[in-house]
């Protein structure tokens, strides 16, 4: 065999590798897919958006006080988090790129962009349950915003980095002060970006259990007082999709569908509306 001739054969084994690694994939996320639709949209009717979660035993109500819930919380912690990770990782493109901290405060944060999110539930319930004395929607809409940062610094850091850098030499040339070109000229040009950082990190922590069973802990009644433990689909799922209650297993698979759906068009909504657009 010649070296072209063994070329050739080991482009087609690792393009077939490829291939048949891509289709197993889809082939289980297809799967699991159609068993969520197929045991979730049979559930899906009125009172899923209407009641309140029910009773051990009833055979009525729906998700309504968790589905308020998990906006709430979701709403607080993309709040919270999605400024601090778009400050962080402007600096460590924009004005950090020459300083001994950069590499620093890139190391850590990859530390906790891997960290489980159970973790920082204990580190939440630790700094702020125990000191509160109660759980509540605050902590867990916190314990969700330590989830986003990381993601969105990663996301922040990378999409300013691709802008050129003779784009902000040219504005700096017209006289523009530092912070007006990050903000006019930077941030303009990567908006996709890091719009598309702030969804990935949303759809990220709206089906997070973990931590939440440590911060807001659960209710199975209507609250909108983020002082008071806080209900959510997560929790919802996770408590009802293990109980002995045939109309508590219905709710949990409606509740995942639910989530599966949301992130979904989450998805597809940033990248309609973000696309890039024929200007001519």
């Not at 994939?25 to 197929?38: D, S, Y």
């Not at 950069?102 to 973790?119: E, Q």
Request: proline residues 5%.
């Amino acid at each position: 065999m010649n070296r072209y001739t063994r070329r050739r054969f080991v482009n087609y084994f690792n393009q077939g590798m490829s291939v048949a690694a891509t289709l197993f994939g889809l082939f289980f996320m297809g799967w699991l897919m159609w068993t969520l639709i197929a045991e979730g949209a049979v559930h899906l009717d009125w009172r899923v958006f209407t009641e309140n979660t029910p009773g051990p035993g009833s055979t009525g109500g729906g998700l309504a006080n968790a589905i308020t819930g998990t906006l709430l919380l979701t709403v607080f912690g993309v709040l919270f988090g999605a400024p601090i990770g778009m400050l962080a990782g402007t600096y460590l493109c924009e004005f950090g790129r020459r300083s001994w901290v950069t590499p620093v405060v890139r190391f850590i944060n990859d530390v906790l962009l891997s960290a489980p999110s159970i973790v920082l539930g204990v580190f939440v319930y630790e700094a702020v349950v125990v000191h509160m004395g109660q759980f509540s929607g605050w902590a867990g809409a916190m314990a969700l915003a330590l989830i986003v940062i990381p993601v969105v610094v990663r996301t922040t850091d990378n999409m300013l980095g691709l802008v050129p850098d003779t784009m902000r030499e040219a504005a700096v040339a017209l006289g523009a002060p530092r912070w007006r070109v990050t903000v006019w000229i930077v941030y303009r040009s990567a908006m996709s970006g890091l719009v598309t950082g702030i969804v990935l990190a949303t759809a990220q922590i709206v089906g997070e259990t973990a931590p939440l069973l440590f911060t807001s802990l659960g209710n199975q009644f209507w609250n909108l007082d983020m002082n008071k433990p806080m209900p959510a689909l997560p929790l919802v799922i996770f408590n009802f999709a293990m109980s002995p209650y045939e109309r508590w297993q219905h709710l949990a698979w409606a509740g995942a569908l639910l989530i599966t759906l949301s992130v979904l068009v989450m998805n597809i909504a940033a990248r309609v509306v973000l696309r890039p657009r024929n200007t001519d």
